[in-house]
């Protein structure tokens, strides 16, 4: 006969069982639905001096490790799909808001460049994108580079 403890752990673990498996559904239905190429940034964005933005913020929901400072181009598709909602949800409250910067534009602009952006990396990165080798020897630990 178990415990009242040993029960109420076997409870725990069928919740948490349940829970994984509704967290693969879940991220499997998000990656059905692809965001209109619309909401997608372009090669020539991201390609720019601005267009691999630095993460600022870890959005509300993510669980996965915390990428604050690291650009949108070293995080994974998951992460960047879920700050694009977040700046998504941004713009949307924004635009409610008829928030204006300073110079009159509207602040959700920059809100739907960045969620286009983190939408266009996440594409990229689920294309298989890496990022460019660098060019030279890469110099073994204990191995003496040029001498300049």
């Known amino acids: 006969m178990m415990s009242a403890a040993e029960s109420e752990l076997e409870v725990l673990r069928d919740i948490r069982g349940i829970l994984s498996e509704l967290l693969k559904l879940s991220k499997s239905k ?3 639905a692809p965001a209109p190429a619309s909401n997608i940034a372009d090669d020539a964005d991201l390609d720019s001096e601005y267009g691999d933005e630095p993460v600022k913020f870890k959005p509300r929901d993510w669980t996965g490790a915390f990428v604050k400072g690291q650009r949108m181009s070293e995080c994974s598709p998951e992460f960047l799909e ?16 008829g928030e204006k910067t300073d110079s009159g534009k ?3 602009f920059y ?4 969620e286009r952006r983190a939408r266009g990396w996440a594409a990229r990165k689920r294309a ?9 020897k890469a110099w073994a630990v204990g191995e003496e580079g040029p001498q300049w």
């Open 111 to 114: 809100d739907k460049r960045s």
């Open 82 to 97: 879920m700050l694009a909602e977040s700046f998504a949800y941004f713009a949307r409250k924004n635009d409610d808001a």
């Open 128 to 136: 298989g994108w890496k990022p460019p080798a660098v060019e030279g």
């Open 30 to 32: 998000r990656g059905v």
């Open 106 to 108: 509207p602040k959700s």
